[in-house]
């Protein structure tokens, strides 16, 4: 039985993949947050400048909103282990089941327990204190990623383990559970992901603000602070996702094959296919635009070394090519659009016109939700890409999904897309308006109105320029 034409494992896995966009955004934009308002705290307590105490009061409410709304997408989702999945919570529950609840134990309780005194306790509990419970809400949300993204990176290469007659993944050594053979690059590249797509957020937050009012000093910090992570970690991103692509090779040459968009076995050397359209019927890339044996100089760091094409699996042990290879690429795109907006910010400062590049400052707005759409993007790329399986190579999405009826899925997804939008929608909308507010501003250490030098320090009285606070 169908719905819609779609069969319920292929409604199972769009209300999944429709869940987790939703929620995914929440908890990248959350991390970078929480260590944001840390980063600004402690510049606070350092300096005692109002304008990092003006900044993280403007923050901490935003911060607040998306982690709620976070929260709440990541439980809902949880439910549907139980109600499209519960083979897979059968098979492999004694595994995936304790790395969720050490998530819970460690890092919400530890969120949950500072969250209010990071956002109501200053005055209470000192400045010192108020400091170890910002710390502890930035910690907690990278120790949460730590453990969700062990548990995902496990369903891709699974290790410490055994199985007895019924199928069940029985845990043998919590060590290789944990750090599995993918875990470290996937950890890596996710976390640094989440700073990337906050800092184009703050950075556009300050454009905006700065566009409207040159002379706000806390747009300006806000966008400098922005710019500088986005010059300096974009790089460090490309060189961990270029680790985990190898790490990838090694694990899942499949998915790697279906990201390359490349059927056929190079022995001489890959080429890389900038663009095409690839057909899993045909088994060929139409209209491909490539440079040859550029593939195998990017995945094996050779000119001549052999990269398998899809053909070497049979088609029920391929990923589907097409999403994989649009994904991707839509990913580093975006990752090389952040390169060059960082490196455009640096040559601004040179310039000594980085506080009135108005084009810059355009296009950093426009970018803003950029990391989101990397994101999701790469997680696209990797669930799609480890197709057919959910434990991969162990056991397939079909032998997972729960005993339900395609019409009883449908009718469930229709209702999360209604609710969320909903929902969701409401939240988003209120972070927009809350992001729309102009930072609060000070007489002490605002900028006074008046031209601005090519430099960008403002000239005159006062010793509080966007220039040096960074």
């Not at 899942?252 to 968009?261: R, V, Y």
């Not at 795109?333 to 590049?357: D, P, Q, V």
Request: overall charge neutral; glycine content about 10%.
């Amino acid at each position: 039985m169908t719905f819609l034409g779609l069969t319920a494992e292929m409604l199972a896995r769009i209300q999944f993949g429709f869940t987790v966009s939703f929620h995914f955004v929440f908890p990248a934009f959350s991390i970078g947050t929480a260590c944001y308002l840390a980063t600004l705290n402690a510049l606070w307590l350092w300096k005692r400048d109002p304008a990092y105490l003006r900044l993280f009061d403007y923050w901490k409410t935003i911060f607040a909103v998306a982690f709620a709304m976070g929260v709440v997408s990541g439980i809902v989702m949880s439910y549907q282990f139980g109600t499209n999945w519960s083979v897979l919570s059968e098979k492999a529950g004694a595994i995936i089941g304790p790395l969720m609840g050490y998530e819970v134990l460690t890092a919400f309780f530890l969120e949950a327990g500072f969250l209010g005194i990071m956002l109501f306790g200053r005055k209470r509990v000192g400045d010192g204190l108020h400091m170890v419970a910002v710390c502890m809400v930035a910690l907690g949300t990278l120790i949460s990623a730590t453990w969700i993204t062990s548990a995902n990176s496990w369903l891709h290469t699974p290790a410490g383990f055994s199985r007895d007659a019924a199928g069940h993944f029985l845990p043998e050594d919590w060590w290789a559970i944990i750090f599995n053979p993918s875990f470290p690059y996937r950890v890596t590249h996710t976390v640094l992901a989440a700073l990337l797509t906050t800092s184009f957020v703050i950075g556009g937050v300050g454009a905006f603000h700065l566009l409207k009012n040159a002379n706000n000093r806390q747009a300006r910090i806000m966008f400098s602070m922005a710019m500088w992570m986005a010059a300096i970690v974009t790089p460090i991103q490309i060189f961990a996702g270029d680790q985990h692509g190898l790490n990838t090779l090694e694990h899942q040459p499949q998915k790697i094959a279906a990201i390359e968009g490349d059927y056929e076995t190079h022995e001489d050397g890959m080429p890389l296919i900038l663009f095409g359209i690839p057909d899993d019927s045909a088994e060929e890339t139409h209209a491909a635009i490539e440079i040859p044996r550029l593939g195998s100089v990017i995945l094996r760091h050779s000119w001549d070394k052999t990269i398998r094409g899809l053909k070497e699996w049979p088609r029920d042990e391929r990923p589907p090519a097409l999403p994989v290879f649009f994904t991707f690429r839509i990913m580093v795109g975006i990752g090389f659009l952040m390169l060059a907006i960082g490196l455009w910010s640096l040559y601004a400062r040179y310039r000594g016109t980085f506080y009135e590049n108005r084009l810059l400052q355009k296009v950093v707005i426009a970018a803003s939700p950029s990391g989101f759409i990397a994101v999701l993007a790469g997680w696209y790329t990797t669930e799609i890409g480890r197709q057919p399986y959910t434990v991969y190579g162990l056991l397939r999405t079909s032998d997972s999904l729960s005993p339900v009826s395609a019409p009883a899925v449908g009718a469930s997804l229709i209702a999360f897309i209604l609710v969320y939008f909903a929902v969701f929608g409401a939240g988003v909308f209120y972070l927009l308006k809350l992001m729309r507010r102009p930072p609060e501003t000070g007489d002490d250490h605002d900028l006074k109105e008046g031209p601005l030098r090519s430099s960008g320090i403002t000239p005159g009285p006062g010793e509080a320029t966007g220039e040096n606070d960074q």
